[in-house]
């Protein structure tokens, strides 16, 4: 994506932020965008949101669901605020305890990087409201998290959504202040795992986004004529893409077309949060150019609702069960017996690690080990049934990964340097009756069928952008089978789930 669509700005202070006190050590931010982005008078603002809202015709598809996601654009209120009424007219009267706001950063470059406020709450003309301080303390635990109060000052994208959000939501409600970089498909995994930790049923993600910017001011002008006609397309397109919520296949399209989607990394984060079972309705498509006709210079905006039951990350759930601390242990412990086998040629004893190990990593479960070089598989071996310790399967995994993977040579001291350990704990499989009961992006899995049989881990099928049909057919090919023997009667399943960490999660380990 053009780099100058976000960073026009870069140049603008971040110093000169309005901070107020709320209390006894708390403090908010004010917003600086009324008077400009938006009315500043409440009366005004109020009245001229409700009238929008009351303009908006939405249909009742789902008249007893509240939507458990929005997409609503953040221009001016001038250019989107119609648009913008008709996602958030699904929420009137709606109640919920959280609102997480995921905007896109215009004006600081952040590299796969989120970042959150350190304030206790945000300012509006319409009133403050408050930072979920337990999610916020959570999150800033994160290596790939950043707290900085004044990039949020300066960021549009997340402050104009609550005017909004304060007028169509029924009763109080605490928000979780997102600013998204640019992420890459790990980054955006990882943001969605920890984001997904404080999901519930009374939670509402609301994702901040323009879509395509089009003229030569913005670096994009693939289209010579029929402007109108192929912008849309070019939208609509990248919006059917969403309904599957498949990440992989809507940042390709992002990079084969080169759209100028500015909070394209926000929704890749919400498409790796959704559930199987979600559905995404298109509400409003509008251009800035439909009232001027100037197409050489405009922007597009779109309101969405999307509908699900929230599940909370398996990862994210179990971090009680594995603590950070345990996953650095576990992988040092892999690195270092790898390191073993190159000093002594011989493999890590059972006892190696035994004094270092914790209750927790003592545990019976199964593991697999992944050496990755970059984005290439260097090596991938583990155990699916939990029959012994887990730090005892992780550290011999990693010796077989590196030397004993048959679809690969044994590792070099050179590739050592550079290969990146991630380790997979797996809870216990259970099988299923049936193939459909199988979630991607949760569910790793095994097919067996003729005496032959595969497995794929729950991260293989996201990796790939494959859904259900692509990825049941990749195993049965793995397995040695015909492309369809996933269709079989006879085929039989069943389903595991992993909490997948790897060295890159860990600051301190970086090398």
């Known amino acids: 994506m053009n780099k100058n669509l976000f960073f026009a700005g870069v140049g603008l202070a971040s110093s000169c932020i309005s901070v107020n006190a709320m209390g006894a050590g708390e403090k908010i931010l004010s917003s600086p965008l009324p008077g400009s982005w938006y009315e500043a008078d409440p009366g005004r603002l109020r009245g001229q949101i409700q009238q929008w809202m009351k303009a908006a015709s939405v249909s009742e598809r789902r008249p007893d669901a509240a939507p458990a ?49 350190a304030a206790a709450g945000l300012q509006t003309p319409l009133g403050v409201v408050r930072t979920d301080s337990e999610v916020l303390r959570s999150l800033a635990r994160l290596p790939f998290v950043k707290v900085d109060d004044s990039i949020h000052f300066n960021e549009h994208s997340v402050q104009i959504q609550l005017p909004f959000l304060q007028t169509a939501c029924g009763g109080p409600f605490q928000i979780v202040p997102v600013v998204v970089g640019m992420m890459d498909n790990e980054a955006v995994r990882k943001a969605a795992q920890a984001l997904s930790a404080h999901l519930t049923k009374s939670t509402l993600v609301v994702i901040s986004s323009d879509f395509t910017h089009f003229g030569r001011a913005f670096g994009y002008t693939p289209f010579k004529d029929d402007f109108a006609k192929n912008i849309r397309k070019l939208d609509l397109d990248a919006f059917e893409l969403i309904r599957p919520g498949n990440a992989v296949k809507f940042a390709r399209y992002i990079q084969e077309t080169g759209s100028t989607i500015c909070g394209e990394a926000p929704i890749r984060i919400l498409l790796e949060m959704l559930p199987r079972q979600a559905e995404t309705v298109l509400l409003h498509y509008a251009n800035s150019a439909d ?56 493999s890590t004893p059972a006892s190696q690690f035994s004094d270092r190990a914790t209750d927790t990593v003592k545990r019976k479960m199964g593991c697999f080990v992944t050496l990755k070089i970059g984005d290439d598989l260097r090596g991938c071996i583990g155990e699916i049934e939990p029959f012994r310790p887990l730090y005892q399967a992780v550290t011999e995994r990693a010796v077989d990964s590196a030397f004993r993977d048959p679809r690969f040579p044994q590792l070099t001291p050179e590739e050592f340097k550079r290969v990146e350990i991630e380790i997979s704990a797996l809870t216990p499989s259970r099988p299923v009756q049936s193939y459909r009961e199988i979630e991607i992006g949760r569910h790793g899995m095994t097919i067996t069928l003729n005496g032959r049989s595969a497995v794929f881990l729950p991260q293989v099928a996201t990796e790939q952008g494959w859904n259900l049909e692509e990825t049941l057919t990749s195993l049965s090919r793995k397995a040695g089978l015909a492309p369809d023997a996933w269709k079989s009667p006879d085929a039989k399943f069943s389903v595991f789930e992993a909490i997948v960490f790897r060295e890159s999660d860990f600051r301190e380990t970086e090398r």
């Open 69 to 117: 996601a929005i997409v609503s654009p953040h221009a001016g209120y001038a250019y989107s605020g119609l648009t913008a009424a008709f996602s958030y007219k699904t929420l009137a009267g709606r109640k919920y305890d959280r609102v997480i706001i995921l905007g896109p950063s215009h004006r600081v470059y952040l590299k796969n990087q989120i970042c959150i406020p």
């Open 291 to 346: 009232d001027n006709g100037d197409y050489s210079h405009c922007v597009s905006y779109v309101a969405g609702a999307v509908y699900c039951s929230w599940t909370p990350a398996e990862k994210a759930a179990d971090r009680i069960l594995l603590p950070d601390a345990d996953r650095l242990t576990l992988l040092k412990m892999a690195r270092e017996s790898i390191a073993l086998v190159f000093k002594t040629r011989r």
